[in-house]
C-alpha cells in the first residue's frame, strides 16, 4: 500500500504558465482533499471531493480546478498560475466524514 | 473563516520540559483531530476526540476535550528532540465549505 502520492514532488513555473497536480489513493477512501499550505500557516481547503463524481468549492478556490477523474485519482489544475499561488499543495484522502486523513508527502510549486 | 483557534502559535522548550498547546472554537464540536507535521513533512494523524470531557494518552502524550466540546489541548510530558513539528487541531467546518478546518497550527522546537 502507498497510501497517498503525489506528483510531481517539486515544480517551478512561469506566471502564465498552466499545470496539473496529480493525486492517487489506494486505501479505496470514498473523500478526497486538496489543501494549499503557506510558510508558518495553516492548511487551507482549496476543493475536496465527498465522493467520485462529486466536487466542491473550499475555502481558497480562486485560480484552481479539480477534477476527481476515478475513485482513486483527483487532480488539481492551475490554468494560469500566479506568484501568489507558490505554496506546499497537499492532496489527502479519507474513508468518510471526520474519520482520519491521509496526507501525500506535498508539491511544492513555485511561481516565478 | 477559520472555526478553531489555537494557541500559542510557537513554543520553545528545553529537552525535558512540558509542552501544551490549546485549540478553541466559538461554536460546539462533534469532534476534534489532532495533527502533527514534522519539519519538512506532511501533517500525520494522531488522534480523533468525539466525546466531552474526554481524556487519551499516547505515551507522552495527552489529549484532552473540553466538557463544552469547545474546546481541546495537547500536553505533552517531557518533551524530547523527537517532538519537534507542528501541532493542528481540525474541527468540522459548520459550513458548506468542506468538511474539517485545521487551526493554525503550534510549532515545537526543542532546545537539547
Not at chain 2, 51 to 67: D, I, M, N
Request: positive net charge; proline residues 4%; charged residues 15%.
Amino acid at each position: 500500500n502507498a497510501g497517498v502520492t503525489q506528483t510531481p514532488k517539486f515544480q517551478v513555473l512561469k506566471t502564465g504558465q498552466s499545470m496539473t497536480l496529480q493525486c492517487a489513493q489506494d486505501m479505496n477512501h470514498n473523500s478526497m482533499y486538496w489543501y494549499r499550505q503557506d510558510p508558518g500557516m495553516g492548511l487551507r481547503l482549496i476543493y475536496y471531493s465527498a465522493s467520485e463524481g462529486t466536487t466542491d468549492k473550499g475555502e481558497v478556490p480562486n485560480g484552481y480546478n479539480v477534477s476527481r477523474l476515478n475513485k482513486r485519482e483527483f487532480s488539481l489544475r492551475l490554468e494560469s498560475a500566479a506568484p501568489s499561488q507558490t505554496s506546499v499543495y497537499f492532496c489527502a484522502s479519507e474513508l468518510s466524514s471526520y474519520n482520519e486523513q491521509f496526507f501525500g508527502p506535498g508539491t511544492r510549486l513555485t511561481v516565478l | 473563516g477559520q472555526q478553531v483557534m489555537q494557541i500559542p502559535q510557537y513554543q520553545h522548550v528545553q529537552e525535558g520540559e512540558d509542552f501544551t498547546t490549546y485549540c478553541n472554537s466559538s461554536t460546539t464540536l462533534s469532534n476534534i483531530q489532532w495533527y502533527k507535521q514534522r519539519p519538512g513533512g506532511h501533517p500525520v494523524f494522531l488522534i480523533q476526540l468525539v466525546k466531552s470531557g474526554e481524556v487519551k494518552k499516547q505515551k507522552r502524550l495527552t489529549f484532552q476535550f473540553g466538557e463544552a466540546k469547545k474546546n481541546s489541548s495537547l500536553h505533552i510530558t517531557a518533551t524530547q528532540t523527537t517532538d519537534v513539528g507542528t501541532y493542528f487541531c481540525a474541527g468540522p467546518r459548520n459550513t458548506n465549505a468542506g468538511k474539517s478546518t485545521f487551526g493554525d497550527g503550534t510549532t515545537l522546537t526543542v532546545k537539547p
